[in-house]
């Protein structure tokens, strides 16, 4: 599923099978997450807070980082802030040079205020 039917946008293009967890989650239930589903890709897994209907983005966790802190209490404590987000109507060069400057090879799309 898209977030746009405009293909010239990322929110035309963008994966929507990807993994999400709360910031509470320990990494070792992330991980039992994983297994078993078909993602688009589970190269980042995206860490959101929810408040009744609303989910939030709040921070990312590559999968490398995910396995390395096995021992942490909570994904919260080793994600990164999410920084770098764009929104379902920026174009896809915007979307490219975002991710030259941020070193990432994927990046979060949100809708509205989050």
């Known amino acids: 599923m898209s977030l746009t039917t405009d293909e010239t946008t ?14 509470e989650a320990t990494p070792s239930a992330v ?3 994983l297994r078993g589903k078909a993602w688009d890709s589970t190269a980042t ?12 983005l709040v921070g990312y966790l590559d999968t490398t ?3 390395q802190s096995m021992n942490a209490t909570s994904v919260g404590a080793v994600m990164e802030p999410a920084s770098a987000v764009l929104h379902p109507t920026a174009d896809r060069e915007e979307a490219v040079l975002m991710a030259i400057e941020t070193d990432r ?5 949100v809708e509205g205020d989050g």
Request: hydrophobic share 30%; charged share 15%; with cysteine.
């Open 10 to 23: 990322i929110g035309g293009i963008t994966s929507t099978t990807v993994p999400t967890c709360q910031p």
């Open 105 to 109: 090879t994927e990046l979060p799309v």
């Open 31 to 33: 991980r039992a997450q």
């Open 65 to 67: 980082d995910l396995l």
């Open 45 to 56: 897994i995206y860490v959101c807070e929810t408040v009744g209907e609303a989910r939030t």
